[in-house]
């Protein structure tokens, strides 16, 4: 079975540049996670969309960052314009379902420098 | 809200030694609770879970048991190996909300 599949693996931008991060998930796996790990701290949960619909955004930076899952299989998260501070490393999980056991399969996630 | 403490790292021990990482938690409820662990260069993976109190949770010679009375879940292994150096997760999950992670500790065992 293909675990979940994330791009690029490595980006460094400018602050104020753009930038998009690409998740496939787990064939059949409902719900879609997506997660910042700045160094040295564990992920931190921006968005959870069940499908193509949003579960919980509460804390994701709005003013810069934006996710979608059009089609309730890949997602793609943007940030733009991008801070110094959003260095860290994006990481995309999947579930069969939101209402599962907390158990999600993760991919090995896409690490942003932003200079 | 939900949280969880575990200790920091990083923890170096030679290869063969008892390892043991603490990991407490908040929650309101009665939540599940994990370790994930990541591999160098890999992903973030479960190793192990427990979903009710005193319930052991084991995998890979790793075990930890969930303690309502201590709020604890704490890893532990009697004999690390040089594979086993990674990153480990303490979690817990409570159902109203998404998978809250500890800070995480990091393991070097040297041979």
């Known amino acids: 079975e293909a675990g979940v599949a994330q791009s690029p693996r490595y980006k460094i931008i400018e602050k104020r540049q753009s930038v998009a991060f690409w998740c496939n998930p787990i064939?059949?796996?409902?719900?879609l996670y997506w997660y910042q790990q700045i160094l040295g701290q564990g992920p931190k949960l921006l968005i959870q969309?069940?499908?193509?619909?949003?579960?919980?955004d509460s804390q994701l930076p709005k003013d810069r960052f934006s996710a979608e899952r059009l089609k309730g299989v890949d997602s793609t998260l943007k940030i733009q314009p991008a801070k110094l501070e959003d260095s860290a490393v994006y990481l995309c999980a999947s579930s069969f379902w939101q209402g599962n056991t907390g158990e999600l399969f993760f991919g090995e996630g896409s690490r942003l420098t932003v200079l | 809200g939900d949280s969880v403490t575990q200790m920091e790292g990083p923890v170096t021990l030679s290869e063969e030694a008892f390892l043991t990482i603490n990991c407490t938690y908040t929650?309101?409820?009665?939540?599940?609770l994990f370790w994930y662990v990541q591999y160098p260069g890999e992903g973030l993976q479960l190793l192990l879970k427990?979903?009710?109190?005193?319930d052991k949770g084991s995998n890979k010679g790793f075990e930890a048991t969930y303690r309502k009375e201590t709020t604890s879940f704490h890893l532990e292994k009697g004999s690390v190996q040089v594979s086993d150096s990674a990153v480990y997760f303490c979690?817990?999950?409570?159902?109203?909300?998404?998978?809250?992670f500890g800070k995480g500790t990091r393991l070097s065992v040297i041979a």
């Open positions: 969309f069940q499908n193509n619909g949003v579960v919980d």
């Open positions: 979690a817990l999950f409570s159902g109203n909300t998404p998978l809250v």
């Open positions: 064939s059949g796996h409902a719900t």
């Open positions: 929650a309101t409820g009665y939540p599940s």
């Open positions: 427990a979903t009710k109190a005193d």
